[in-house]
């Protein structure tokens, strides 16, 4: 091996960013083209440090802009190569046009994003924002909730990005400060372990095998446009689930830590539950445990992937809950939220009585507190006994000034 | 749970100190969780940074800390930045200061009636590692406080977790850190 393998302890104490950085290391990712943002940035220069110590055996391509970023990565994925790249907020915003450009090309891209707030007002703490603009932008989304997971996630992402069957860009997301800047233990793999799970990257319709002209970034009119389209959507919606699900079931047989498209936490018996990503499905299911202690039945889900979005598996999980609340970490403007409609639709031509309400929190990283939570339990409970949803069906926490309601 | 809450100026390494600990801890067995508030804190800013520590994962992301101790490695901050909100009863204060433990609260009302202790963390960190960086003594001093570890498997590990420095740094880091264990009051 041309490289070195780096010694890790079995339990390092690592923040977000630096796990998501080892586990690029680990995965040999032959180019990252990148322009660096907050807080995103301590990835990409991860990956840049260990490949000047010679820790990878890879290129690190430094870009005029996010644009740029992504479109050396769908350059080095067409030339046939593991890519990945890291971006947050107004960086995605920047990148926006080129991830279309690499799920619509196929092309196994893994993109991490360190999900920050959108301006103006100009603002770097963690918020979705940035993972709701790209959600309709063709790319596999998984969530992570803790360090260990954007760890783990990365590895996952490769594994079902290159599938041949999928060939579809994936982003991991974390978010940014409560999961990037916050260490934790993480559980480690070491260099060999770690790499087998990805293993060697296998090329495919790849622009450097010349013995085997193909053409990328073609135009198609009217004519085949939409059964480009149509193919992709296909395949998100019948090949990716189940490559999920077969490399969750791996990585579990790998490392004991198995993943689920949808997270439950005490949801066998729940009256009540909240659905939710991020760091606030830890604190909410810290909190439903306490809310059980009160004879509260309260329950929990963490979307763990966000697209292809698990709308089956959301229906059966919430089909027996009397009260569910969809919490929205990202300024709808003026509709609402996307969980809210999400959980709306899966059920709505179902037998369900399920009552929904959906929350606005933690815009630009306002805090969620257990406080918090312990009201919104207690107010879905108060929806549960009554029958009905006794406030709008949608609410703001813990945003200042006077009570913000609608609908 | 045990929560610290540190008060610091951006570029005096509270991140670092709190990583730092975290890391110690964790090698213990115990669950460990080290965070900041970064805003768009510039060099020189008041920050501050949170370490939680556990027998079990700690799943709370909440910034929101009832911290058990506080500290406080920028002299300043005692009289610019509320270093007892949120606190308990019971929580422990540790403050850089170049006063005696009396002579801080009679300047400070607000610490009236708490456990307060001080030591010099700036004074140490300049006649030891040669800058004012308040970090790793503070949490000597810590250790004694707390009687959380022995502080030569304390220093063990720091000079495991400060390996990347040179030699010369890491040393005055060890005596840094004694001298505050030392110097506590």
């Given at each position: 091996m041309a490289f070195d393998k780096m010694e890790l302890r079995d339990i390092e104490v690592w923040d977000g960013n630096f796990a998501a950085a080892q586990a690029l290391r680990q995965c040999q990712v032959d180019v990252v083209s990148a322009y660096p943002i907050t807080p995103s940035t301590p990835i990409v220069?991860?990956?840049?440090?260990?490949?000047?110590?010679?820790y990878v055996e890879g290129e690190y391509v430094m870009v005029e802009s996010e644009h740029a970023a992504m479109s050396g990565c769908i350059g080095a994925a067409a030339a046939g190569g593991r890519v990945a790249t890291a971006t947050s907020s107004q960086g995605l915003a920047l990148m926006a046009e080129t991830l279309y450009q690499a799920s619509g090309m196929r092309l196994p891209i893994v993109l991490n994003i360190v999900n920050r707030a959108l301006a103006a007002?100009?603002?770097?703490?963690?918020?979705?924002?940035?993972?709701?603009?790209?959600?309709?932008?063709?790319?596999?989304?998984?969530?992570?909730?803790?360090?260990q997971e954007a760890y783990d996630l990365n590895f996952i992402a490769f594994k079902v990005s290159e599938d041949h069957a999928v060939r579809t860009p994936a982003i991991v997301n974390q978010d940014g400060f409560m999961t990037s800047h916050t260490a934790q233990g993480v559980h480690t793999m070491d260099d060999d372990t770690a790499f087998s799970f990805v293993g060697e990257f296998k090329p495919m319709n790849d622009m450097l095998d010349f013995e085997h002209p193909v053409t990328h970034g073609v135009q198609t009119e009217e004519d085949w446009h939409f059964e480009h389209k149509a193919r992709q959507h296909n395949d998100m919606m019948t090949i990716v689930p189940g490559k999920i699900d077969a490399a969750f079931e791996e990585f579990a047989k790998l490392t004991g830590r198995k993943y689920n498209q949808i997270e439950q936490y005490d949801m066998d018996d729940a009256d009540v539950a909240v659905v939710c990503m991020g760091t606030s499905v830890e604190t909410a299911r810290e909190v439903a445990r306490e809310m059980r202690e009160k004879g509260i039945k309260a329950g929990v889900i963490g979307i763990r992937v966000f697209r292809p979005f698990p709308f089956m598996a959301i229906a059966e999980a919430l089909k027996d809950v009397k009260a569910v609340a969809a919490l929205d970490r990202s300024a709808p403007g003026g509709t609402p939220g996307a969980l809210f409609n999400e959980i709306a639709g899966s059920l709505f031509n179902s037998d369900s009585k399920m009552l929904l309400s959906g929350?606005?929190?933690?815009?630009?990283?306002?805090?969620?507190?257990?406080?918090?939570?312990?009201?919104l339990y207690t107010e879905l409970q108060a929806n549960a006994d009554a029958g009905k949803v006794l406030t709008q069906q949608q609410q703001f926490i813990g945003v200042r000034g006077p009570k913000l309601a609608y609908l | 749970m045990l929560e610290i809450r540190w008060h610091s100026r951006a570029g005096q390494g509270a991140v670092t100190g709190a990583k730092g600990l975290a890391d110690v801890i964790s090698t213990t067995g115990k669950h460990v969780q080290a965070f900041a508030f970064y805003g768009s804190a510039k060099r020189g800013a008041a920050m501050t940074a949170y370490n939680r520590v556990d027998d079990a994962v700690i799943m709370n992301h909440e910034k929101y800390m009832e911290p058990d101790y506080v500290f406080v490695i920028d002299p300043a901050l005692v009289y610019t930045s509320d270093v007892t909100i949120n606190a308990k009863d019971n929580t422990i204060y540790i403050i850089t200061t170049h006063m005696s433990t009396q002579e801080l609260i009679a300047s400070q009302p607000k610490l009236e009636g708490k456990k307060v202790y001080t030591v010099d963390c700036i004074k140490i960190a300049q006649e030891t590692i040669g800058?004012?960086?308040?970090?790793?003594?503070m949490l000597g001093a810590f250790m004694k406080i707390s009687e959380m570890y022995d502080i030569e498997f304390f220093?063990?590990?720091?000079?495991?977790?400060?390996?990347?420095?040179?030699?010369k740094i890491v040393d005055a880091n060890m005596l840094a850190i004694q001298r505050a264990y030392d110097e506590v009051k």
């Open positions: 220069e991860g990956y840049a440090k260990f490949k000047s110590d010679n007002p100009l603002n770097v703490n963690g918020d979705h924002s940035d993972m709701y603009m790209v959600r309709d932008s063709g790319w596999i989304q998984f969530d992570a909730f803790c360090p929350y606005i929190y933690g815009l630009g990283g306002r805090d969620l507190t257990k406080k918090h939570l312990v009201d | 800058r004012a960086i308040p970090n790793t003594p220093k063990e590990n720091m000079k495991r977790i400060l390996a990347k420095l040179p030699q």
